[in-house]
């Protein structure tokens, strides 16, 4: 019966894994309730959220852009933050193939 049944549950404990992955990931309400303040405790998914929205400002880095923390939003910045956010998934992705 091992033969047979543990073969055919591969798959499945591969979907319950990557579910589980995407679901733990895509979660961040929660964090961002009980962390706002404390940016060091963020989860990885948190920080991309808050430059998408643009509710985020990197501190000390004001002179390297004209403008001052607020081109930190700009659509190029945020489009890099959700490349920076998609990037463990991908990985689990192309590494989970045959």
């Known amino acids: 019966m091992w033969h047979v049944c543990l073969p ?11 579910n589980t992955f995407i679901g733990m990931w895509v979660v ?5 309730m009980v962390v706002a303040g404390n940016r060091r405790a963020w989860p990885a998914a948190l920080g991309p959220q808050n430059i998408m929205t643009g509710t985020f400002a ?4 004001e ?3 004209e403008g001052g923390p607020i081109e ?12 920076v956010a998609t990037l463990p ?3 689990c992705f192309f590494f989970a193939q045959r």
């Open 8 to 18: 055919m549950l591969r798959p499945v404990m591969g979907v319950l894994v990557i």
């Open 28 to 32: 961040y309400v929660w964090p961002s």
């Open 58 to 61: 990197v501190s000390g880095l």
């Open 63 to 65: 002179h390297l852009v």
């Open 72 to 83: 930190f939003a700009s659509i190029p910045f945020r489009l890099a933050a959700a490349t």
């Open 89 to 91: 998934s991908l990985l």
